[in-house]
T-cell receptor, first 114, second 117 residues
């Protein structure tokens, strides 16, 4: 099976808290690509990051960081010192090398309260 | 990344009518995609819009209901035909960009929010 699971449906935090969004994927391909997208209330889908399966280096971009662990098939996303503007639905997605199609998780709604 | 625009940004339509959504990209792209996002749900791929040939539809989506045009490498349209309230969704187009020989990243347009009464 090829699938992405985001078990957290909704998370609510207070501003300045750190928050981690979980993503677990399944694929039979040895080469694959993982993505995170942000969907604010306005509805557009904003690309955040792409990670290739052969590159297990973690990445940090400002307050955002991503932890890719092939051993547990996880690609988790952490926001440090969250802000109200981080409130959005976040989608994790997968493209197996055998397909060009994006497989989306169900999304995690993050609410950051002032 | 490419700049993608969609028209209209939102619309309210009566059941039984049809709506055509336009997707314009500021550069030539090979692959364009159309997605549907029903309220509170994730994104579902409707079809891949191929330039110069018929679109490739995913299971559960048919050409009669969602005809797609792709007249050139920068433009595509999706029509939602004979609409019912169940068609109320956000419709998004996306394009692929990346390095030659590598699986590309998909970038999305701003979406069209459709409400069918």
């Amino acid at each position: 099976a090829q699938k992405v699971t985001q078990a957290q449906t909704e998370i609510s935090v207070v501003e300045k808290e750190d928050v981690t969004l979980d993503c677990v994927y399944e694929t039979r391909d040895t080469t694959y690509y993982l993505f995170w997208y942000k969907q604010p209330p306005s509805g557009e889908l904003v690309f955040l990051i792409r990670r290739n399966s052969f590159d297990e280096q973690n990445e940090i971009s400002g307050r955002y960081s991503w932890n890719f662990q092939k051993s547990t098939s996880s690609f988790n996303f952490t926001i440090t010192a969250s802000q109200v503007v981080d409130s959005a639905v976040y989608f994790c997605a997968l493209i197996p090398d055998s397909s060009y199609k994006l497989i989306f998780g169900s999304g995690t709604r993050l609410l950051v309260r002032p | 990344s490419a700049v993608i625009s969609q028209k209209p940004s939102r619309d309210i339509c009566q059941r039984g009518t049809s709506l055509t959504i336009q997707c314009q990209v500021d550069s030539q792209v090979t692959m364009m995609f159309w997605y549907r996002q029903q309220p509170g749900q994730s994104l579902t791929l409707i079809a891949t819009a191929n330039q110069g040939s018929e679109a490739t539809y995913e299971s559960g989506f048919v050409i009669d209901k969602f005809p797609i045009s792709r007249p050139n490498l920068t433009f595509s349209t999706l029509t939602v035909s004979n609409m019912s309230p169940e068609d109320s969704s956000i419709y998004l187009c996306s394009v692929e960009e990346g390095l030659a020989g590598e699986t590309d990243t998909q970038y999305f347009g701003p979406g069209t929010r459709l409400t069918v009464l």
